[in-house]
């Protein structure tokens, strides 16, 4: 009965090893992640030391030769497994020659099954407990690790009481045990292996997420590279119609001002002068208006300025801080401006009332000019 229970109990964990090495082939080949890689090489050579294991059972072989070699193949992928499993280590060659050694060392001295059940097992469970605890934070990763690590300080204890033959080797759950661990042991490994796609998929997730946040903010810099004039500073005509949508139901006062000669001031100064007009500009009229006010620099030599919410009577009040302060900077060329102003009432037209603003501005700027050109007597 107990070798019926063995037979089948290797079998079932042979063709699981198969099932989840090809898994993590097909995966490593398909996705072609860098952390996948030792995890693929973890369940083939799982499935080597299941397949060299298998042999030995079959075929039985007398040579002692043949014994040390299967002994040490066996001990050396088995150990990979575990230790790919559960670090990442820097250099794997020089990790792979250290086991290779030491497994050639272990395949002479345990010249037994118990003996080498002993060594393997309890190999198993104290990296597989090391690595649990690495790994605390990965959720099922680290469950399935801690499962495999308990049976494995249980094979060890039942593998050390049918070395030193102990009484409680013949008990029958014992013999149960014995028998069909490996059955306990593909459970374990099916958890594991869940575990590998979870924490794979949680750091893709993560990634995903990261890159996405990380597309935002570059298209919020490209947007505000776009909504934003060089020259001045303040955002240009492209930002106006989603400011006069969120005074849509406020209501805002809208300014629009245009510099007066500018033409002639590029003409006489040079382009250099003119853009340093411009910039002087714009910086005075932010600082005659409130910073919750939007200015924009519309087009050329014009300027919007988009008031939330302004009283009728303090639109006079800002002009003439506005002119105030250019008069008080004394510049060369003096900057003098035309300005008109509609109201935009709430829910209303903002085409329309930025027209009408558009349409007081030239009426002043005429007005300025009929004025200049008058005959003085």
Same mark, same amino acid.
């Given at each position: 009965?107990?070798?019926?229970?063995?037979?089948?109990?290797?079998?079932?964990?042979?063709?699981?090893?198969?099932?989840?090495?090809?898994?993590?082939?097909?995966?490593?080949?398909?996705?072609?992640?860098?952390?996948?890689? @030792?995890?693929?090489?973890?369940?083939?050579?799982?499935?080597?030391?299941?397949?060299?294991?298998?042999?030995?059972? &079959?075929?039985?072989?007398?040579?002692?030769?043949?014994?040390?070699? /299967?002994?040490?193949?066996?001990?050396?992928?088995?150990?990979?497994?575990?230790?790919? %499993?559960?670090?990442?280590?820097?250099?794997?060659?020089?990790?792979?020659? *250290?086991?290779?050694?030491?497994?050639?060392?272990?395949?002479?001295?345990?010249?037994?099954?118990?003996?080498?059940?002993?060594?393997?097992?309890?190999?198993?469970?104290?990296? %597989?407990?090391?690595?649990?605890?690495?790994?605390?934070?990965?959720?099922?990763?680290?469950?399935?690790?801690?499962?495999?690590?308990?049976?494995?300080?249980?094979?060890?204890?039942?593998?050390? %009481?049918?070395?030193?033959?102990?009484?409680?080797?013949?008990?029958?759950?014992?013999?149960?045990?014995?028998?069909?661990?490996?059955?306990?042991?593909?459970?374990?490994?099916?958890? &594991?292996? /869940?575990?590998?796609?979870?924490? /794979?998929?949680?750091? &893709?997730?993560?990634?995903? %997420?990261?890159?996405?946040?990380?597309?935002?903010?570059?298209? !919020?810099?490209?947007?505000?590279? *776009?909504?934003?004039? @060089?020259?001045?500073?303040?955002?240009?005509?492209?930002?106006?119609?989603?400011?006069?949508?969120?005074?849509?139901?406020?209501?805002?006062?809208?300014?629009?001002?245009?510099?007066?000669?500018?033409?002639?001031?590029?003409?006489?100064?040079?382009?250099?002068?003119?853009?340093?007009?411009?910039?002087?500009?714009?910086?005075?009229?932010?600082?005659?208006?409130?910073?919750?006010?939007?200015? &924009?620099?519309?087009?050329?030599?014009?300027?919007?300025?988009?008031? @939330?919410? *302004?009283? @009728?009577?303090?639109?006079?009040?800002?002009?003439?801080?506005?002119?105030?302060?250019?008069?008080?900077?004394?510049?060369?060329?003096?900057?003098?401006?035309?300005?008109?102003?509609?109201?935009?009432?709430?829910?209303? !037209?903002?085409?329309?009332?930025?027209?009408?603003?558009?349409?007081?501005?030239?009426?002043?700027?005429?007005?300025?000019?009929?004025?200049?050109?008058?005959?003085?007597?």
């Amino acid at each position: 009965m107990e070798l019926l229970l063995w037979r089948w109990s290797t079998t079932a964990q042979v063709t699981s090893a198969l099932m989840i090495a090809v898994f993590f082939y097909v995966l490593g080949r398909s996705v072609r992640r860098v952390e996948l890689k @030792p995890w693929m090489n973890a369940w083939v050579a799982n499935l080597v030391a299941l397949t060299i294991a298998l042999y030995f059972w &079959i075929a039985q072989p007398e040579s002692q030769a043949a014994l040390i070699l /299967l002994r040490w193949a066996y001990l050396f992928a088995k150990t990979m497994f575990v230790l790919l %499993l559960a670090f990442r280590f820097a250099n794997w060659g020089r990790v792979t020659a *250290v086991v290779a050694v030491l497994a050639l060392g272990a395949a002479f001295a345990a010249n037994s099954v118990e003996k080498i059940g002993i060594a393997q097992s309890l190999v198993i469970a104290v990296c %597989l407990t090391i690595g649990a605890i690495r790994l605390r934070h990965s959720g099922w990763l680290a469950s399935g690790f801690v499962l495999r690590a308990a049976l494995g300080y249980l094979e060890t204890a039942v593998y050390t %009481l049918q070395f030193a033959q102990h009484p409680w080797a013949k008990e029958p759950i014992v013999g149960t045990f014995f028998a069909s661990h490996s059955s306990f042991d593909t459970a374990a490994e099916w958890a &594991i292996a /869940l575990g590998c796609v979870l924490a /794979l998929y949680r750091k &893709i997730q993560r990634e995903l %997420l990261d890159a996405n946040q990380a597309l935002l903010a570059a298209k !919020d810099v490209l947007q505000d590279l *776009v909504d934003r004039d @060089p020259l001045t500073g303040l955002v240009n005509r492209r930002a106006l119609p989603a400011i006069l949508r969120e005074s849509f139901d406020s209501g805002a006062t809208i300014f629009f001002f245009d510099v007066n000669d500018f033409k002639d001031i590029n003409d006489s100064y040079g382009h250099h002068a003119g853009d340093d007009c411009l910039k002087r500009f714009a910086r005075v009229l932010q600082a005659s208006f409130r910073p919750d006010d939007h200015v &924009i620099r519309y087009a050329g030599d014009e300027f919007v300025v988009v008031a @939330p919410a *302004v009283e @009728p009577e303090a639109i006079t009040d800002r002009i003439g801080t506005l002119r105030e302060r250019l008069k008080f900077e004394q510049t060369v060329p003096p900057l003098r401006f035309s300005v008109g102003h509609s109201y935009l009432p709430p829910h209303g !037209d903002a085409e329309t009332a930025l027209r009408q603003a558009d349409q007081a501005m030239y009426k002043d700027k005429r007005a300025k000019t009929l004025k200049m050109r008058a005959p003085r007597f």
